[in-house]
């Protein structure tokens, strides 16, 4: 059946289809445009001042998105900053005091960043001066994390050269101490031997004859044999850092000119050689050729044991380096 407009006509009581003419159907199809055309603006209107446009939208979200990413980057760099100030703690406190090494200046840690058009590349953006802070703080801790780096880097060195200057200095007894000390760093009014005055310039310890002797540090030897001036047998140790040992009136030399020697090494065994009324050891620091008082260089509370455990300690790391 077609389709269209019927209307019944009451003089033969029949259905009669009603044509309009094609102008009212133009302006049927122009009202019928028109108004759909109307209420699409009026809607999209209301709903992209409501809501926003898709595009909008997007464009919102990804600035929300950029500033979650921000927060959490803010709390990196804090974590960031509390653990270079914990390492600058350590830096300020610790090392460098105990090697004797100056405090880095804050003014150095963080020399700060002038210039208004240092970060010109960020302008423009709708979190530009959030950019700018962010990149700011970026370089701050890339130079202290750098002047740590450095300054850890020095400390390294410092203490290795700390380590081996503690190594090498005389720092032990040369004998077990239980042994008794006779005459240390003192002016003699009458020399028990020549009979007249004259400085001891040593640490004599009463030991049998035959009593082991032991390097007090690190160094070389620099003399090993006899020497005419009253010390007999007797071995010298340079250790560096201004330091010489001496060990004389020795029975017995356990090691030769030039050899390379480690703190507790064995180098000879006392006795009564030289200018000597009876088995002893003299021993005696140097430092750049002044005389020291070696009682000041080691310590005399160790029992027999523990001296000689010591030693077993010291030699067992000779062995193995």
Known sequence: MRKGKYILDLNDLQYKVIKLPWRRK??????????????????????ENIFGSPKEMK???????????????GRQFDNSMIIINSLKLSDDSRYRPVLNMEIIPESFRNPGFGGIERFRDLN?????DLMK??????????????????SFNTIGEKANEWIREMEYLPRISPVNVIFRRGDGLTFREIHPIFGTSRWHHGQDFSTPYGTEVFATGSGKVIAAGWNDGGFGNYVVIDHGYGFQTTYGHLSSIKVSKGTDIKRGDLVGLSGSSGSSLGPHLHYQI????????????FSDDLTEDEYFEMIQTLSSKTKFR
């Open 124 to 128: 423009g953006y709708i979190n530009s």
């Open 133 to 150: 802070s962010y990149r700011i703080r970026v370089e701050e801790i890339r130079n202290m994390v750098k002047v740590q780096e450095e």
């Open 59 to 73: 464009l919102q979200q990804e600035v929300e998105n950029m500033k979650l990413q921000f927060s959490l980057t």
């Open 286 to 297: 140097d430092l750049y050729g002044r005389h020291e008082n070696p009682l000041y260089y």
């Open 26 to 47: 133009f302006l049927h199809l122009f009202f019928w445009l028109s108004g759909t055309i109307l209420i699409s603006f009026i809607y999209g209107t209301v709903f």
